[in-house]
């Protein structure tokens, strides 16, 4: 069934949670009244969410049986939680919007190229809690594939840790240390695909017809011929293609990313189910965020880019009511980079309205700041930004400047049009930009994924080289060096003034360099996303309280911005981000209206001084009689409009100006 052809009434049919299902009370039969209630009361809010969920994706016959499995699968879950774990769903269900606080502040690493092992990112924690970190994104930890595994994103066993890290005993040592420093841990649940080496495929390679049916196997090339003449290529370098022939399998396997990540078939419930266990046991390892990595591809539909279908909003709905079920203190993040039109449906739009996705990433935001920096003109920003339609406000972005993956140019072409650019021509400028091939840039990154066919060229880099850094320190220039110290936090503002989850990828907050030598590790050859992921610094990190260094300075900087932050109700993630209309085309100006007052932002993405006119403060009673005198919340200083009636901003200054 499609979501189209549902019957509208389903979810609100009033359906009776099923008498004691397959022996739930007995799972539950070793705790105390209390606590068997509060399961029963979880069940009848929950129940109607994952039934809707499963309805719009699995025929009626197979619902009643899933269903009842997964209630089983919450009630072990549930009974074997730990106290701690146990009284940290009871606080957050207390404090529901416990992430969407402005004192969050996350920070994403490779365990080994952070510390080493868990044991040694236990180490880190003093670090973390310095520059204000309380979400913490440690990429993929699960026992890998060997050799090549997409960065660790093709996963041999979900239930072990990759064995250089440490242990899923040391996994539960590290969640428990980082909980006690008030740290979230995040992790990857790669759920699109498995490695070709999981025991699933290992199964289906076989002949085993059960584990087949996990996955999209054709027996010859019409199915795939059919669907490629509407799917993109992901990897068009070094994975052309959706489909690899695999001799085992007899066949032609659905590999989306590389010939070794096999594609799960969601609408077999058996995959549901699985991954609904994985999920549970991860939760109670004590992960507090599961990150839904490539969630936009779960779903394959003939005649589409198999991206976005509505059954990925539904089975996130039902997974999440599940979770809610039997650990309500952990939240599911959407990994879906996708064009901004598409990205608001995995905060819930419509029915889907807050049921689905906790969080997402805003990958527009992040793109219109990269192109904001290189044109020295927000008004493609100001148009983008303005048309995206308000999230639920139970939800919250991440916000990020970059991040371990290549930045593709997600701008729509009705935006680009709307200020009279041309979307195919602003995309190409900001790959020129980015490379370091356009005449003048300051950036120095390389170009990921070139496809010919339709003119990506995506970018990998770490912000110090995409924001001139690396060319100022190779040229020696000291100026501009401080410019593009000026630049990274300017940008940085934008991310950390935006609201929501801000994160910061490991060696942004002490100015790391790309790493020259990504291509020399075994397998990271072709993928130069590598150079972007730099094992940490110690000499540059054991830099960060010297003022006269470019680490010192970013530092304190970020520190400032993520304090500051702390302190603004404003940047609670339920008050949404307002752009406002520019009034320079070098001004950026954000607004959020808050009961206690608003809070004015105003972003100058140029290296000259620009203005906003001081009669638009008045109307956020920021100037004028009567009205308190705007204050800028990052130095403390009053902000008021010089003696030609303009305020006047610095290269690359922001000010967050509220009513002090
Ligand atoms: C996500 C990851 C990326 C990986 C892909 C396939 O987008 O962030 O690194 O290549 O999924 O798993």
């Not at 420093?181 to 995040?186: D, E």
């Not at 996130?316 to 879906?336: D, H, M, Y």
Request: glycine share 10%; hydrophobic share 45%; aromatic share 8%.
């Amino acid at each position: 069934m499609t979501e189209d052809d549902r019957r509208p009434e389903d979810d609100r049919r009033p359906d009776a949670v099923p008498d004691d299902p397959a022996g739930v009370g007995g799972l539950l039969a070793g705790l105390s009244p209390d606590r068997r209630d509060l399961f029963d009361l979880r069940v009848d809010r929950w129940w109607p969410d994952l039934l809707a969920g499963l309805r719009a994706v699995y025929p009626a016959d197979q619902v009643d049986a899933l269903s009842t499995r997964l209630l089983h699968a919450a009630a072990a879950g549930y009974a074997e939680r730990e106290p701690d774990l146990h009284r940290l769903d009871q606080a957050r269900t207390l404090a529901p919007d416990w992430f969407q606080r402005p004192g969050m502040l996350g920070y994403a690493a490779y365990a080994d190229r952070f510390a080493g092992t868990l044991a040694g990112v236990a180490g880190q924690i003093p670090y973390l809690r310095e520059l204000g970190v309380t979400y913490l994104h440690l990429m993929p930890l699960l026992a890998p594939r060997s050799g090549d595994s997409d960065g660790g994103y093709a996963v041999a066993d979900y239930r072990t840790v990759r064995p250089d890290l440490g242990t899923v005993d040391d996994l539960r040592a590290l969640t428990r240390s980082l909980r006690g420093a008030g740290i979230s841990l995040v992790v990857d649940l790669v759920l699109n695909h498995v490695a070709r080496e999981h025991a699933w495929a290992v199964a289906a390679r076989a002949g085993d017809p059960h584990h087949r049916a996990y996955f999209h196997i054709f027996g010859d090339r019409t199915g795939p011929d059919a669907y490629e003449r509407t799917l993109p290529e992901i990897f068009p370098d070094f994975a052309p293609g959706n489909f690899t022939h695999d001799q085992a399998a007899g066949g032609w396997v659905w590999t989306t990313f590389n010939a070794f990540q096999w594609d799960l078939n969601w609408a077999n419930p058996d995959v549901f189910a699985e991954y609904a266990q994985i999920m549970l046991f991860l939760a109670n390892a004590g992960v507090e965020v599961l990150r839904l990595d490539a969630i936009a591809f779960l779903w394959k539909r003939l005649g589409t880019n198999c991206q976005n279908q509505p059954e990925v909003h539904a089975i996130t709905q039902a997974l999440r009511a599940l979770l809610r079920v039997a650990c309500p203190g952990v939240l599911l993040k959407a990994e879906a980079i996708v064009a901004p039109g598409d990205l608001v449906q995995y905060l819930g739009q419509g029915r889907r309205h807050g049921r689905v996705s906790d969080l997402a990433y805003h990958n527009s935001l992040m793109v219109q700041v990269w192109s904001m920096l290189a044109s020295r003109d927000v008004r493609l920003a100001v148009q983008a930004l303005r048309r995206i339609p308000p999230v639920p406000a139970s939800t919250a972005w991440i916000t990020y400047l970059r991040c371990h993956d290549d930045i593709g140019w997600a701008i729509d072409d009705g935006d680009a049009g709307a200020v009279g650019l041309s979307g195919y021509g602003h995309r190409a400028f900001l790959s020129d930009f980015y490379s370091g091939a356009f005449p003048g840039t300051f950036a120095r990154g390389l170009v990921f994924q070139a496809n010919p066919a339709t003119g990506d060229r995506r970018i990998s880099g770490m912000a110090a080289s995409l924001a001139g850094l690396d060319a100022a320190l190779a040229a020696g220039d000291a100026g501009q060096v401080d410019l593009a110290v000026d630049r990274i936090l300017l940008a940085y503002a934008i991310v950390l003034g935006w609201g929501g989850i801000p994160v910061l990828w490991m060696g942004d907050e002490i100015g790391a360099p790309s790493d020259p030598d990504w291509a020399t590790e075994p397998g990271h050859q072709a993928d130069n996303r590598w150079a972007h992921r730099p094992r940490l610094d110690p000499a540059r990190q054991g830099q960060r309280h010297d003022p006269g260094t470019v680490p010192g300075r970013l530092f304190a900087g970020l520190r400032r911005l993520a304090t500051v932050r702390a302190s603004l109700v404003h940047l609670h993630a339920g008050t949404p981000a307002q752009v406002l209309a520019a009034a320079d085309p070098g001004v950026l100006p954000v607004l959020h209206r808050h009961p206690q007052g608003d809070l004015l932002q105003l972003y100058n993405v140029t290296e000259q001084w620009r203005s906003w006119p001081g009669d638009r403060l008045a109307g956020y009673g920021l100037a004028g009689p009567g009205s308190a005198t705007a204050r800028d919340a990052l130095t403390g200083d009053g902000a008021a409009p010089g003696g030609d009636g303009n305020l006047w901003l610095a290269p690359y200054r922001a000010v967050w100006l509220h009513g002090g």
